[in-house]
């Protein structure tokens, strides 16, 4: 097995650049770029207002009544009603809920960040027989849908004593997000400099503690973007929790959302299901704007190679 060395960048020579009175392409390549700018802008606009105003429509009817949320559904609420908040926190369960999903997605990132970037520093860095047929059995487990593994996973989840646990859940969704994230990490690792990790073995240190300590840090950009996608993917996963987490007491978020919409029945605590449609969306939203630099970083950089 030997190292996969990374040639390094060779500045392109520089073509001399022609000073112009006039834009290129004229008067005309002016216009249509503006009709073209005017075009996007307003795609941009349309997009926009298509996500935001549900997720404020949301909100603002969690601070509703049931009759004015039917009555009048597109006005402010005349008293924010936080009383909403507690009901769904406490009598809906939904604190139980919450705590269940940290402990599942919580477990979950962490391993699959680790598991994931071990095996994209492999496949990216060294060369031995294997490493692309490994690579391609990881993008291919992107392409399989995961509702044709859902009867056998049960029956071996079964068989393990996994079924019903959050350890077992935690295991199924590492296993579910594996793919994606060696097939992004392995890009990424791709476009670090060699030299740094060259160093680091000429001055005595070993392929692992190079790997923490040298590597790792330098994928820190693409380890929280691809770790925002999972953490997306795995706090609103429903499937998997639905068939392999049929426990009461061990339900998550998604699954106590349609708990508390269909244990209703005729009730229809709308302003209640509306706090709790909120309380799930606050983690997720609060996640991609404190880290959102970093995820278009991440992008950006795999994108490059």
Same mark, same amino acid.
Do not use: C
């Given at each position: 097995? /030997?190292?996969?060395?990374?040639?390094?960048?060779?500045?392109?020579?520089?073509?001399?650049?022609?000073?112009?009175?006039?834009?290129?392409?004229?008067?005309? /390549?002016?216009?249509?770029?503006?009709?073209?700018?005017?075009?996007?802008?307003?795609?941009?606009?349309?997009?926009?207002?298509?996500?935001?105003?549900?997720?404020?429509?949301?909100?603002?009817?969690?601070? /509703?009544?049931?009759?004015?949320?039917?009555?009048?559904?597109?006005?402010?609420?005349?008293?924010?009603?936080?009383?909403?908040?507690?009901?769904?926190?406490?009598?809906?369960?939904?604190?139980?809920?919450?705590?269940?999903?940290?402990?599942?997605?919580?477990?979950?990132?962490?391993?699959?960040?680790?598991?994931g970037s071990m095996a994209a520093y492999v496949?990216?860095?060294?060369?031995?027989?294997?490493?692309?047929?490994?690579?391609?059995?990881?993008?291919?487990?992107?392409?399989?849908?995961?509702?044709?593994?859902?009867?056998?996973?049960?029956?071996?989840?079964?068989?393990?004593?996994?079924?019903?646990?959050?350890?077992?859940?935690?295991?199924?969704?590492?296993?579910?997000?594996?793919?994606?994230?060696?097939?992004?990490?392995?890009?990424?690792?791709?476009?670090?400099?060699?030299?740094?990790?060259?160093?680091?073995?000429?001055?005595?240190?070993?392929?692992?503690?190079?790997?923490? @300590?040298?590597?790792?840090?330098m994928a820190k950009p693409g380890l929280i973007?691809?770790?925002?996608?999972?953490?997306?993917?795995?706090?609103?996963?429903?499937?998997?929790?639905?068939?392999?987490?049929?426990?009461?007491?061990?339900?998550?978020?998604?699954?106590?959302?349609?708990?508390?919409?269909?244990? @209703?029945?005729? /009730?229809?605590?709308?302003?209640?299901?509306?706090?709790?449609?909120?309380?799930?969306?606050?983690?997720?939203?609060?996640?991609?704007?404190?880290?959102?630099?970093q995820v278009v970083a991440g992008l950006t950089?795999?994108?490059?190679?």
């Amino acid at each position: 097995m /030997k190292v996969t060395e990374t040639p390094p960048a060779v500045p392109a020579p520089r073509s001399p650049v022609t000073k112009t009175d006039a834009p290129a392409g004229g008067p005309a /390549k002016s216009s249509e770029g503006k009709v073209l700018n005017v075009f996007s802008h307003g795609v941009l606009i349309i997009w926009a207002v298509l996500v935001v105003m549900p997720l404020l429509w949301a909100v603002m009817s969690s601070f /509703k009544t049931d009759d004015s949320i039917l009555s009048t559904p597109w006005a402010l609420p005349d008293e924010l009603h936080f009383e909403n908040w507690s009901r769904a926190w406490n009598q809906a369960h939904m604190s139980d809920y919450f705590l269940n999903t940290i402990l599942v997605v919580g477990g979950s990132l962490i391993g699959t960040l680790l598991l994931g970037s071990m095996a994209a520093y492999v496949l990216a860095r060294f060369d031995f027989p294997g490493n692309r047929f490994i690579y391609f059995l990881f993008i291919g487990g992107m392409s399989f849908p995961i509702i044709l593994a859902l009867v056998p996973l049960f029956f071996v989840m079964n068989n393990m004593g996994l079924l019903n646990s959050v350890h077992g859940l935690i295991l199924v969704y590492i296993a579910y997000s594996l793919p994606f994230t060696v097939f992004f990490l392995t890009s990424f690792f791709r476009t670090l400099p060699t030299s740094i990790a060259e160093a680091a073995m000429l001055d005595g240190a070993s392929h692992t503690r190079t790997f923490f @300590q040298v590597m790792l840090p330098m994928a820190k950009p693409g380890l929280i973007s691809v770790g925002i996608f999972n953490f997306l993917g795995q706090w609103n996963q429903y499937m998997l929790p639905t068939v392999l987490n049929t426990d009461p007491d061990g339900k998550v978020l998604s699954q106590g959302l349609v708990e508390l919409a269909t244990s @209703q029945g005729y /009730k229809g605590d709308w302003s209640g299901l509306f706090a709790g449609l909120v309380m799930a969306m606050l983690p997720v939203l609060g996640a991609y704007i404190v880290f959102q630099r970093q995820v278009v970083a991440g992008l950006t950089a795999g994108a490059l190679k």
